[in-house]
């Protein structure tokens, strides 16, 4: 499979679900481009059984179906560098699918290398967040990569797609076509379209999938232990497991609580404004149990800097930067930093709260002798006044000066 017979021209790895859009865009490739598609799919998590997947993509006429378990290579990769920075887009998102999305731009580029394709394909429409991050990551990758986006070419409706696939024999799913346009990872589930349209309405119970709601939740708190060492999730409940298995379990645990049901108006990177719908229970629940570690600690110092490095940590992940020199740096900056991020929190899940009621830590930064107001006080009172004279000496002097110049100004 060379360059020389003209095929990678031809040959493209198309990132395959398995539904109804990119069966029939694999089947329009190759009918109305004459290309050679070989499907591509990633096991993170989301429901599904990937071997039909691969059958189905076999059946509707691609030559090899890859199919990848990444959901380790997704925590390792992209789950710790997102704990460590706590990473929320606009201070709510935990980022499920802009996680996910550069992790499948890199398995189609190592894939099409593989097959010796000189496409990737993609079934996003032109209005939307994840378009831009799989063409700007495949281009990161792989510069001379090119990119076929056969929904922004060929807008369908459902019932035109659905007239297609039956004319064209990919099989429809008999299911009643879900109101929603959701996306499911091991990191959170997105929910948009319908209803959820309109930011005023109250999303509906049929909403959500993965936690129930606050009033159906168990009216008995549920504590759990979460043990961190270098600012990665490694004990739940004193098993040691997994980063993926560990948050595959919180999100059932604490989804049972009602945990992480997040309802926001969100900034697109084309310029909309949407309403989207998340459910994240395991990610709320470890970054707010992370963030809190890292007061026990991080210097004040570092806990303030961070912070700024957090939000553009979470921006470029949203707007598709990933494989971006800013954010390795950011990762570096954090492995480092983190390095003292080692403890346990423990937190209360009780209908719909995921609450942190203890923490500690071998390198605590939090030392009772200095803290306490009872018996056993360490700290130096009478220093405090020095120190306050001198902390506000500048504006003592400033005060001073502008004194003088009301005087001058009265004379
Ligand atoms: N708004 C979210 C984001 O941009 C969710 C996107 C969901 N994608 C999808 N194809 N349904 O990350």
Known sequence: MGAEDGSKDKRVVLAYSGGLDT????????????????????DLGQPGDIEEIKEKALKTGAPEAVVVDAKDE???DFLVPAIWANASYE???PLATALARPLIARLQVETARRVGA????????????DQVRFEVAARALEPEIKIIAPM??????????????????IPVPITKASPYSVD??????SCECGILEDPWEEPPE???DWTVSPMDAPDEPLYIQIDFEGGIPRV???????????????????????VGRIDMVEDRVVGIKSREIYEAPAAVAIIEAHRDLERLTLTAESLAFKKLLDQKFAELTYQGLWFSPLREAIDEFNRKIEEAVNGSVKMKLFKGGATVVGRSSPGSLYDVGLATYDKGDLFDHKSAAGFIKLWGLGLEVLSRGRKSEEKEGKK
């Open 23 to 42: 069966s029939v865009i694999l089947k329009w490739l190759m009918e109305e481009k004459g290309m050679e598609v070989i499907t591509l799919t990633a």
């Open 74 to 76: 997704f925590a390792r």
């Open 91 to 93: 201070d709510k998102y």
């Open 118 to 129: 000189g496409w990737v394909a993609h079934g996003c429409t032109g209005k939307g967040n």
């Open 152 to 169: 922004r070419e060929w807008i369908m409706t459902r019932e035109s797609e659905i007239e297609y696939a039956e004319s064209h024999g």
């Open 184 to 189: 499911e990872n091991i990191w959170g589930r």
């Open 206 to 208: 049929d909403a959500f």
């Open 236 to 258: 739940l409940d004193g098993e040691e497991m997994e980063l993926a298995q560990l948050v595959t379990r919180l999100n059932a645990i604490a989804g049972k609580h009602a």
